[in-house]
T-cell receptor, first 116, second 116 residues
Framework: AQKVTQAQTEISVVEKEDVTLDCVYE???????LFWYKQPPSGELVFLIR??????QNEISGRYSWNFQKSTSSFNFTITASQVVDSAVYFC?????????????FGAGTILRVKS | DTGVSQDPRHKITKRGQNVTFRCDPI?????LYWYRQTLGQGPEFLTY????????KSRLLSDRFSAERPKGSFSTLEIQRTEQGDSAMYLC??????????????FGPGTRLTVL
């Protein structure tokens, strides 16, 4: 069965610090997708990135970067020069093909608090 | 292009009552998902539709829960004889199965259910 583990329950940093959120996954599928979502205090899940299992290139988008390593089944997320607006709960998710729908299996989330 | 919308945003009900939630997906998306999120946890999959067909249901979806998606557009989730354990945020998401759309799921703001 698919499983996602986010071992860090809560992280607190001071503004402008870099922070890495860890994500480890388990799957027997050879083709799968990994995702990161942000859930700000307003509650709505915001899509950040999708990665497929065949593409191990790291990706950078502004202050955000993602490190995908199949060898360690990890898909970590780094925020550079964190800002107060980055405070949110971040979820890592893994697709489960199921009956074709690619439902998502989420980790428990990491609460990020950025203090000014 | 409007996002996923859900109605109502909040629902307070007494134990034993029936409740119904509505989700309107992004218009060109043919897949629709329902998830449930309890405090401090990631969302958990409940059920999935492709067009009007309900293709997968989680074991979390007891007999008291029913979902429909008539005509493949909006969806409703009904909970009969609510219990206090049903208190949670109910999230709807939609995606497109068309190639190149990447299976990203876009979430609505959720309906927060409180059962007294």
């Amino acid at each position: 069965a698919q499983k996602v583990t986010q071992a860090q329950t809560e992280i607190s940093v001071v503004e402008k610090e870099d922070v890495t959120l860890d994500c480890v996954y388990e799957t027997r599928d050879t083709t799968y997708y990994l995702f990161w979502y942000k859930q700000p205090p307003s509650g709505e899940l915001v899509f950040l990135i999708r990665r497929n299992s065949f593409d191990e290139q790291n990706e950078i988008s502004g202050r955000y970067s993602w490190n995908f390593q199949k060898s360690t089944s990890s898909f970590n997320f780094t925020i550079t020069a964190s800002q107060v607006v980055d405070s949110a709960v971040y979820f890592c998710a893994l697709s489960d093909p199921g009956r074709g729908g690619n439902k998502l299996v989420f980790g428990a989330g990491t609460i990020l608090r950025v203090k000014s | 292009d409007t996002g996923v919308s859900q109605d109502p945003r909040h629902k307070i009900t007494k134990r034993g009552q029936n409740v119904t939630f509505r989700c309107d997906p992004i218009s060109e998306h043919n897949r629709l998902y329902w998830y449930r999120q309890t405090l401090g946890q990631g969302p958990e999959f409940l059920t999935y539709f492709q067009n009007e067909a309900q293709l997968e249901k989680s074991r979390l979806l007891s007999d008291r829960f029913s979902a429909e998606r008539p005509k493949g557009s909006f969806s409703t989730l009904e909970i009969q004889r609510t219990e206090q354990g049903d208190s949670a945020m109910y999230l709807c998401a939609s995606s497109s199965s068309r190639q190149g759309k990447g299976n990203e799921q876009f979430f609505g703001p959720g309906t927060r259910l409180t059962v007294l």
